[in-house]
């Protein structure tokens, strides 16, 4: 089955402790992005990248890391959490072209205390 | 730059009653749209999409959406909503180097009996 996976899809942490939101693609995509979505906001992209070892930044890329090593796999990494990062993230893929539909994963819903 | 209105927060219908969503863009030239929806504790699942030619364009569930280039709206309809489609739905478009997709802030949809 074509999907996206996430995980996890639940997280609670503490401040300053570094995690990981693995993301993984099985449509062999060439771009994938983060996003986090936050009521009343929408979806605010983080980070995208356009292929291997390619990474940009979105609109609200501080506190965040991404690589991109295999085309199927793109991590998200927040190196020092902070509460202002508690937000429901999303990773998505597409084909290349941005007439292309975006692909989802399920979500993970990030806590930092 | 590219943006996407989408001016209401929430709608409620009555299950059987029509529903029109409504969605604004800015875009320079005419541009790709999308709607997606986002049912409780999923990703998003792409709607429909525009491209170009025919200006009304069916999508998945029942759900159609009309491009008129003079009002710069997409908005999205179903002759008869089921309580099944309680959800949120976003309007968005690509921006133009395609390497970002911009979203709306989303109308959430309640449906009652």
């Known amino acids: 089955e074509a999907q996206v996976t996430q995980n996890p899809r639940y997280l609670i942490t503490v401040t300053g402790k570094k995690l990981t939101v693995t993301c993984s693609q099985n449509m062999n995509h060439e771009y994938m992005s983060w996003y986090r979505q936050d009521p009343g906001l929408g979806l605010r992209q983080i980070y995208y990248?356009?292929?291997?070892?390619?990474?940009d930044k979105g609109d609200v890329p501080e506190g965040y890391k991404v690589s991109r090593k295999e085309k199927r796999n793109f991590p998200l990494i927040l190196e020092s959490p902070s509460p202002n990062q508690t937000s429901l993230y999303f990773c998505?893929?597409?084909?290349?072209?941005?007439?292309?539909?975006?692909?989802f994963g399920n979500g993970t819903r990030l806590t930092v205390t | 730059a590219q943006s996407v209105t989408q001016p209401d927060i929430h709608i409620t219908v009555s299950e059987g009653a029509s529903l029109e969503l409504r969605c604004n863009y800015s875009y320079g030239a005419t541009p790709y749209l999308f709607w997606y929806v986002q049912s409780p504790g999923q990703g998003l699942q792409l709607l429909l999409k525009?491209?170009?030619?025919?200006?009304l364009v069916q999508g998945i569930k029942g759900f159609e959406a009309e491009f008129k280039r003079s009002q710069s709206s997409f908005n999205l309809r179903k002759p008869s909503v089921h309580w099944s489609d309680a959800a949120e739905y976003f309007c968005a478009v690509p921006n133009t180097g395609g390497f970002k997709t911009i979203f709306g802030a989303g109308t959430r949809l309640f449906v009652k009996a």
């Open positions: 525009y491209f170009s030619g025919d200006t």
């Open positions: 998505a893929s597409r084909l290349q072209g941005p007439n292309s539909p975006l692909h």
């Open positions: 990248s356009m292929n291997v070892e390619v990474t």
